[in-house]
């Protein structure tokens, strides 16, 4: 008998089903040693000897795979394929006493038989240069959180947190954040002209492009009225009609980064729902009379790179399902980032014979809608280019030259299948009309002139997709990193939310002041994005990890000394007074702040040791939509706000998003607020209130 050792329990079924009965699989859950929880755990006086310990809740795991592996005839570890899971491996040859050097590790970028068995003929040792990169990164982590944290907490407030990316993408938000605050609007003016052919019925818009032979830049109302005065009286003749063909080319697979950006922009899934819903895709899902399937190839990547065998299947599909003309001559090629790992292949479906639609019924709503986007997506970058016919008409009248863009599809291409998404802002983008039959010098007939009033817009705040794109671009984060990163903001109160928009707390922007004053040289983008490309070196084997760690704690130690003597200790606020009376001493309760926010304490503190909930005033947060009690809003025990009846325990109703006291018209499921909409709470259901 053979055992192999994989990480997750969510996958143990689907291989076992490929490997047969003369294997066993067994899991790990995930790490198995670790640096120790309640100790620093790193030698620095030892070129940062690392000290690993089991963790505690993975002792019977542990001694459960050592008790079977003194049976089984080999051992193979088949942890997942990247450095984490690399690292992993490492520590499980170290507890299982085998020889990281012997050829113990298999690797694969999905879950099938034939992946599966290719893996089994090509066992290798395990990578040390990926251990190195893992460890180095672990210990980086440790150290600056080790560190710096306790400064935090001594000069600004207890139970804070620092962390290499954590730290640096917050900043990204309060920047943006920053700069919103510290724009000032200009006003400008959209000016146009609705056309038509003389006696003609069909109007068409145009927009001013020249005045005077200069791109029109109209600001204020007087240039709006000097304008005006100008087209007095003027014909308006076409000056030039020019057609074109446009194409534009499929985009490329998904990569980590571009699938949860797309999954949030299209169906509207958190980063959290994703990751989830990603993960079952790729261990397996229940599927009836088969087991457990697994959907898609390895989800954690930052390629774009699709196998030979990938991109066959994929042309024979399209030219059996869509016809020669929508598959290119030779396979579309995408280039890879230059500051990507490219490990692994994008990601994708194992098998295009396993259409969406045969899996609505019996997979996860999410797991359903997120395999539909990666199969479409998949598809149509092997997709001929999609064509346009374009018409741009030029019209003069006087001094003004006013524009119109007609574009039709002349051939779907790739959109036939995938329609990229687009931003909601398009107010800057040339208009699509459509435009009669017009010849050059011909005059129209004005319908009406237009003109409105704008203002220059702030950027706009960052959305989670948004964020995890900017960490992409910056180099900061690795695919692994980019959920819980943006996680980790918003569980420490570093960052709420307006609608889909991530807005930064008062703690948050407190932390981020600290740490640009204190641990600007090596707490910001470019630093964090430089350390990113140093593990990688260390990946390929370019460098050794404790050079790297030694240049990092050679500056970093002496920025410690100078905040932890220099730094400001902001005093502790009194607490705030209010007129409520202590029901055990009868004291007045104040206003205090703990780990999961605001409460009463008593002002006899520490005699009176009483403490009770945050008055309830202005907490009504509308009716409820099963019995049509009030519904307020309360923190469960980590401090998470969520809304319940007041008629508990006859109304058990509760939900994370505020409702509205309404049920859905077309399923019968509670409304509720997302942000200024209100929509139905079923994930099935499209219903937005109008």
């Given at each position: 008998?053979?055992?192999?050792?994989?990480e997750?329990?969510?996958?143990?079924?689907?291989?076992?089903?490929?490997l047969?009965?003369?294997?066993?699989?067994?899991?790990?859950?995930?790490?198995?040693?670790?640096?120790?929880?309640?100790?620093?755990?790193?030698?620095?006086?030892?070129?940062?000897?690392?000290?690993y310990?089991?963790?505690?809740?993975k002792?019977?795991?542990?001694?459960?795979?050592?008790?079977?592996?003194?049976?089984?005839?080999?051992?193979?570890?088949?942890?997942?394929?990247?450095?984490?899971?690399?690292?992993?491996a490492?520590?499980?040859?170290y507890?299982?006493?085998?020889?990281?050097?012997?050829?113990?590790?298999?690797v694969?970028?999905?879950?099938?038989k034939t992946?599966?068995?290719e893996?089994?003929?090509?066992?290798?040792?395990?990578?040390?240069?990926?251990?190195?990169?893992?460890?180095?990164?672990?210990?980086?982590?440790?150290?600056?959180?080790?560190k710096?944290?306790?400064?935090?907490?001594?000069?600004?407030?207890?139970?804070?947190?620092?962390?290499?990316?954590?730290?640096a993408?917050?900043r990204i938000?309060?920047?943006?954040?920053?700069?919103?605050?510290?724009f000032?609007?200009?006003?400008?003016?959209?000016?146009?002209?609705?056309?038509?052919?003389?006696?003609?019925?069909?109007a068409?818009?145009?927009s001013?492009n020249?005045?005077?032979?200069?791109?029109?830049?109209?600001?204020?109302?007087?240039?709006?009225?000097?304008?005006?005065?100008?087209?007095?009286?003027?014909?308006y003749?076409?000056?030039?009609?020019k057609?074109?063909?446009?194409?534009?080319?499929?985009p490329?697979?998904?990569?980590?980064?571009?699938?949860?950006?797309?999954?949030?922009?299209?169906?509207?899934?958190?980063?959290?729902?994703?990751?989830?819903?990603?993960?079952?895709?790729?261990e397996?899902?229940?599927?009836?009379?088969?087991?457990?399937?697994?959907?898609?190839t390895?989800?954690?990547?930052?390629?774009?790179?699709?196998?030979?065998?990938?991109?066959?299947?994929?042309?024979?599909?399209?030219?059996?399902?869509?016809?020669?003309?929508?598959?290119?001559?030779?396979?579309?090629?995408?280039s890879?980032?230059?500051?990507?790992?490219?490990?692994?292949?994008?990601?994708?479906?194992?098998?295009?014979?396993?259409?969406?639609?045969?899996?609505?019924?019996?997979?996860?709503?999410?797991?359903?809608k997120?395999?539909?986007?990666?199969?479409?997506?998949?598809?149509?970058?092997?997709?001929?280019?999609a064509?346009?016919?374009?018409?741009?008409?030029?019209?003069?009248?006087?001094?003004?030259e006013?524009?119109?863009?007609?574009?039709?599809?002349?051939?779907?291409?790739?959109?036939?299948?995938?329609?990229?998404?687009e931003?909601?802002?398009?107010?800057e983008?040339?208009?699509?009309?459509?435009?009669?039959?017009?010849?050059?010098?011909?005059?129209?007939?004005?319908?009406?002139?237009?003109?409105?009033?704008?203002f220059?817009?702030?950027?706009?705040?960052?959305?989670?997709?948004t964020?995890v794109?900017?960490?992409?671009?910056?180099?900061?984060?690795?695919?692994?990193?980019?959920?819980?990163?943006?996680?980790?903001?918003?569980?420490?109160?570093?960052?709420?939310?307006?609608?889909?928009?991530?807005?930064?707390?008062?703690?948050?922007?407190?932390?981020?002041?600290?740490?640009?004053?204190?641990?600007?040289?090596?707490?910001?983008?470019?630093?964090?994005?430089?350390?990113?490309?140093?593990?990688?070196?260390?990946?390929e084997?370019?460098?050794?990890?404790?050079?790297?760690?030694?240049?990092?704690?050679?500056?970093?130690?002496?920025?410690?000394?100078?905040?932890?003597?220099?730094?400001?200790?902001?005093p502790?606020?009194e607490?705030?007074k209010?007129?409520?009376?202590?029901?055990?001493?009868?004291?007045?309760?104040?206003?205090?702040?703990?780990?999961?926010?605001?409460?009463?304490?008593?002002?006899?503190y520490?005699?009176?040791?009483?403490?009770?909930?945050?008055?309830?005033?202005?907490?009504?947060?509308?009716?409820?939509?099963?019995c049509?009690?009030?519904?307020?809003?309360?923190?469960?025990?980590?401090?998470?706000?969520?809304?319940?009846?007041?008629?508990?325990?006859?109304?058990?109703?509760?939900?994370?998003?505020?409702p509205?006291?309404?049920?859905?018209?077309?399923?019968?499921?509670?409304?509720?607020?997302?942000?200024?909409?209100?929509?139905?709470?079923?994930?099935?259901?499209?219903?937005?209130?109008?």
């Amino acid at each position: 008998m053979k055992l192999v050792v994989i990480e997750s329990p969510g996958k143990r079924e689907t291989l076992q089903k490929y490997l047969g009965k003369d294997y066993l699989v067994v899991f790990s859950k995930g790490h198995v040693r670790d640096l120790p929880e309640k100790s620093f755990g790193v030698d620095i006086t030892n070129n940062y000897e690392p000290r690993y310990e089991i963790l505690p809740d993975k002792q019977s795991v542990i001694d459960d795979i050592q008790k079977k592996a003194k049976k089984a005839d080999e051992i193979l570890l088949a942890t997942d394929p990247d450095r984490e899971g690399e690292a992993i491996a490492w520590h499980l040859a170290y507890c299982l006493n085998i020889d990281p050097n012997s050829k113990c590790r298999i690797v694969f970028n999905e879950i099938s038989k034939t992946a599966v068995e290719e893996a089994l003929t090509k066992p290798r040792t395990i990578d040390l240069s990926l251990v190195d990169a893992q460890q180095a990164r672990r210990i980086l982590d440790r150290i600056m959180g080790y560190k710096l944290s306790p400064i935090l907490c001594k000069k600004i407030k207890p139970r804070l947190s620092a962390g290499r990316v954590q730290s640096a993408c917050l900043r990204i938000v309060v920047d943006r954040e920053k700069e919103i605050e510290s724009f000032v609007p200009e006003e400008y003016w959209n000016m146009g002209a609705e056309l038509k052919k003389v006696g003609g019925s069909l109007a068409f818009k145009t927009s001013l492009n020249k005045y005077k032979d200069k791109k029109a830049e109209v600001k204020n109302k007087d240039q709006v009225d000097e304008i005006l005065k100008n087209l007095e009286g003027a014909k308006y003749v076409v000056d030039s009609i020019k057609k074109a063909r446009s194409k534009s080319k499929a985009p490329a697979p998904f990569t980590t980064s571009t699938m949860q950006q797309d999954a949030l922009n299209k169906l509207g899934l958190s980063l959290k729902r994703t990751t989830s819903a990603a993960q079952q895709l790729y261990e397996g899902i229940d599927i009836p009379g088969e087991g457990k399937v697994a959907f898609i190839t390895y989800i954690r990547t930052d390629s774009v790179r699709i196998s030979e065998g990938a991109v066959k299947m994929a042309r024979e599909h399209i030219e059996k399902s869509f016809g020669k003309e929508y598959l290119p001559a030779k396979p579309n090629v995408f280039s890879v980032k230059a500051n990507a790992q490219d490990a692994h292949e994008a990601i994708r479906p194992i098998s295009l014979a396993r259409k969406p639609e045969s899996i609505k019924d019996v997979a996860p709503s999410d797991c359903y809608k997120l395999y539909k986007l990666i199969y479409e997506r998949f598809v149509a970058c092997q997709m001929t280019e999609a064509e346009y016919d374009s018409v741009t008409a030029l019209v003069k009248a006087n001094d003004c030259e006013f524009k119109a863009v007609g574009k039709t599809v002349a051939f779907p291409g790739w959109t036939s299948v995938y329609k990229a998404f687009e931003k909601e802002d398009k107010e800057e983008k040339e208009g699509n009309c459509k435009i009669p039959k017009i010849d050059k010098d011909e005059v129209l007939e004005l319908v009406k002139l237009t003109q409105e009033q704008k203002f220059t817009k702030p950027p706009s705040r960052y959305t989670e997709a948004t964020l995890v794109d900017a960490m992409e671009k910056k180099g900061i984060g690795r695919p692994a990193t980019y959920a819980p990163t943006v996680a980790v903001l918003s569980s420490r109160q570093y960052t709420d939310k307006d609608g889909k928009y991530l807005v930064p707390t008062e703690l948050g922007r407190s932390v981020t002041g600290f740490l640009e004053k204190y641990f600007n040289k090596m707490i910001n983008v470019t630093f964090t994005a430089y350390m990113e490309t140093r593990l990688d070196e260390i990946a390929e084997g370019k460098c050794d990890w404790q050079g790297v760690i030694n240049d990092f704690w050679t500056s970093f130690k002496q920025l410690l000394t100078n905040a932890n003597f220099n730094a400001y200790v902001s005093p502790k606020p009194e607490p705030e007074k209010t007129d409520i009376k202590c029901d055990k001493c009868g004291h007045l309760m104040v206003i205090r702040e703990g780990k999961y926010g605001k409460f009463l304490g008593c002002s006899n503190y520490p005699t009176c040791k009483n403490i009770m909930q945050m008055p309830k005033e202005n907490q009504n947060k509308g009716k409820c939509p099963e019995c049509g009690k009030e519904v307020v809003e309360r923190h469960s025990k980590k401090g998470k706000v969520f809304y319940a009846c007041t008629g508990y325990p006859e109304c058990n109703y509760m939900s994370w998003d505020m409702p509205n006291g309404e049920k859905c018209p077309e399923c019968n499921s509670p409304l509720i607020f997302k942000g200024k909409k209100i929509k139905c709470s079923s994930p099935d259901c499209k219903y937005v209130k109008q």
